[in-house]
C-alpha cells in the first residue's frame, strides 16, 4: 500500500466517529429523540442476535472445514462477515449500521468475498513477500552446497496402502 493510501484510510478513520456523531445529532433532530433511541437500541439488539446465532458455529464450521472437506474459505470469510454485520449493527451510528444492515444480505457478501477474497490474499501474500526481504541481509547469502536445494519430507505410496485396516503391508520386494 502507497503512503497517500495509507493517510487517507487514517484520516477516513479518523473522521468516522465524527460522521456518526454529526448524523446521530442531525437524526435526532428529524425524526426525535425517542424514535433515534429506539432505533439505535433496536439495531444493537438485532446485531447481538446475529453474533449469538453466528458466532459459534463459525468457529465449529472452520474447524469441521479444516478436518475434512477442502471447500476453501469462502464458508468461513462468510460467517465472518456476518459476525462483523453484528458488531457494526451493535455500535450505534447511522453509517455503521446501514454498513451492517448491507452485509446481512447474502449476495453482498458473496460479492464481497468474490472479490475482496482476492485483492486480500494477494495483498498479505505481497506483504509477506516484502518483510522476507526486509529482514534478510543483503550480503547474507546461503552458501551454495552444489546439490541444489533439499525438501525433507514424508510420502506414502498409494500402492502400498492396507486394503483393510488392522492388516499390515508389506514392502515390495525388488528382484535382483
Known sequence: MSQPLKIALI???????????GL??????????????????GTAI????VIRQVGLSVFEKALSRLGSDR????PLFDGFLQVLAGLLLIFPG???????LV????????????????KLVTLFHYQAEVSRE????KDDV?????????IEGEYERVSERPLRPGKAVQPRRWRS
Open 11 to 21: 484520516l477516513a478513520f479518523s473522521a468516522l466517529p465524527l460522521l456518526e456523531i
Open 24 to 41: 446521530l445529532i442531525r437524526l435526532g433532530q428529524l425524526i426525535g429523540i425517542w424514535w433515534l433511541a429506539t432505533i439505535i437500541i
Open 46 to 49: 438485532l446485531g447481538t442476535y
Open 71 to 74: 471447500e476453501g474459505f469462502s
Open 94 to 100: 447511522v453509517i455503521s449500521d446501514m454498513f451492517g
Open 103 to 118: 452485509l446481512l444480505v447474502p449476495q453482498v457478501r458473496n460479492v464481497v468475498i468474490r472479490t475482496g477474497l482476492l
Open 134 to 137: 526486509t529482514f534478510r541481509a
Open 142 to 150: 546461503p552458501p551454495s552446497d552444489g546439490d541444489g536445494i533439499v
